[in-house]
């Protein structure tokens, strides 16, 4: 299966003599690691753009709306025009404060994209020079030589940590995800 994040792909097909090698072994796959920080920044990134053009139309249909009430408040008086008024207000808050939301929402998902794409390039990195300074026990083993086994497993135990240390940071780093818990919007 393949990784949705190029540099982890990338990073899967350096990891594969390190993998065979591990197999044999009996350590953790490093590539099944891997897959634990898989993720797609570039599908966040295009759901906010699409919330940002919800946003807009968000905007535009508020100022349609006020148009209209302007409108239609000319053209009556008294009591009904206040009571619209009062209504209209209210409606324009929602309308406000949803836009105000998308708006919100659409930067935190630029950012966490952002965030996400960054610790992808950097596990992805350390995870291939692990594997790099490991190539010649991943080669020895390989090729009969069990004395490399040690070599190998440390290997493997030391990306399996680095993994889960890049997926703690995301948990750590998107504490700003804390407040979309809660509604914007009344009902």
Do not use: N
């Not at 349609?64 to 008086?77: I, M, S, T, V």
């Not at 998902?109 to 950097?122: I, K, M, N, P």
């Amino acid at each position: 299966m393949p990784f949705l994040h190029p540099a982890l792909e990338k990073a899967a097909a350096a990891l594969a003599p390190l993998r065979a090698a591990a197999a044999g072994a009996g350590a953790p796959d490093p590539v099944d690691a891997l897959r634990r920080i898989d993720c797609s920044p570039q599908a966040i990134r295009e759901s906010a753009r699409m919330l940002s053009s919800g946003r807009d139309v968000l905007v535009m249909a508020r100022l349609e709306f006020e148009r209209g009430a302007h409108r239609a408040e000319r053209k009556w008086g008294g009591e009904p025009a206040a009571q619209f008024r009062t209504r209209a207000d209210e409606l324009d808050v929602h309308y406000r404060q949803a836009a105000e939301a998308a708006a919100r929402t659409a930067a935190v998902g630029l950012d966490l994209a952002e965030l996400l794409d960054r610790l992808a390039d950097q596990t992805a990195a350390q995870v291939v020079s692990i594997a790099e300074a490991a190539s010649r026990a991943a080669d020895a083993l390989l090729s009969g030589d069990r004395s490399a086994e040690v070599k190998v497993r440390e290997a493997c135990a030391t990306i399996t940590e680095a993994v889960a240390r890049g997926v703690a940071t995301i948990g750590e780093a998107t504490t700003f995800l804390d407040p979309f818990g809660t509604p914007v919007l009344d009902a």
